[in-house]
């Protein structure tokens, strides 16, 4: 399919979250004919580029080696539509770079990216989005309150950049003068005040609505108050809290990401262990499921697909029929699709069972490891029905 004239030119000038990738719009393009290249780049240092550019160099000149004449002509003029945006300096905060064109279909993507990637090219009859996928499965957005009794910042992380809001305060010692005051009627004021704080902060989170974009969120702070402020919220927005950290309230952003990385790292493990041991007892006790390529593409053709689960740095050898998408695995790919005589070509079937998961709405999970998952070659699906 063609991609549509609104979608069709999209530079971006500053470094753009992972999740604003429209990765579903996409995997919805294909054509016949080997005319979508797709570039990611390294751009942390000018060592990482140096050597990407020597990557490069040499892929290149295989592709040129590879292609067949007819389609010779259109390489060339899409190594011109991209012309100087593989030279371009990193702005402030780039770390990848990946561009998707076409030129005889006039596409041109151009994405900045704030995490490192691997260098990677490849020429295909669609964007190859299997790297950008995976790097959105290990940067999903979370959010990291920061909060004391007396101040609250909130912190939205996305793909590693992070965004501070300033959250309510209140100033304890000047709105509770000590003079002539008991000390019991001052803890007593003292204590409603921090209630009325806590409740602040809560309606803060739960009006800004933003909480429902995050993978999960963090409370971070000294002292119990990030404890009150966890029991306080409604039970939609605490059955996201990934976890507690002490620090100090004059924490560098910087060091708060870091902690907040672990915290974010380790609930994604266990999710990931969770949802493949979902798939080894849907297995054992006859529940729908499919595992093994051939299986979960006939069930992703079809959109019985509930979650799609790939076993990381799995690839799997295959074809295509680029007219009527037929997908076969582990075969040479003949000269002709046998189903409608449509041009075939060699594929990585993990990227279109990729794409295919996109197109069905189905949710793809990348699993760091698992034995259950490993011994049925990487590839497993959790049915809808």
Known sequence: MDPEESFRIIEKQDVTPISNIDLRQLSEIYDEHDIYLSIYIPTASKEKMDLS???????LRAIRKALPKDLAQSFESTMDLIGERLEWKPIHGERGRVIFASEPLGFLHVYRLGVDVDPFIALDTSPFLLPLAKLNDDYEDFGILLVDSQEARKYIIRSDIVTMKKGPSIDLMNKHKRGGMSQM???RLRRGSIEAFVDMVVEEIRSRGDWKEMRGLIIAGPGDAKKKVRDALPQEIRNIVIGLIDVEMDISPGDLLKKGKVVAAE????????????????????????YGAAEVKNALNIGKVRSLLILENTSIPGWICERCQFIKERTTPPKACPNCGGPTSIVDVVEELYELAQRSGAEVEFIKEHAFLESIGGIGALLRY
């Open 267 to 290: 609930d994604e493990r266990k999710e990931e262990q969770a949802m493949a041991e979902q798939l080894r007892e849907a297995v054992l006790k006859g529940l729908p499921v499919a």
């Open 53 to 59: 550019s020597s990557y490069l160099t040499s892929r």
């Open 185 to 187: 009627r001052f803890n």
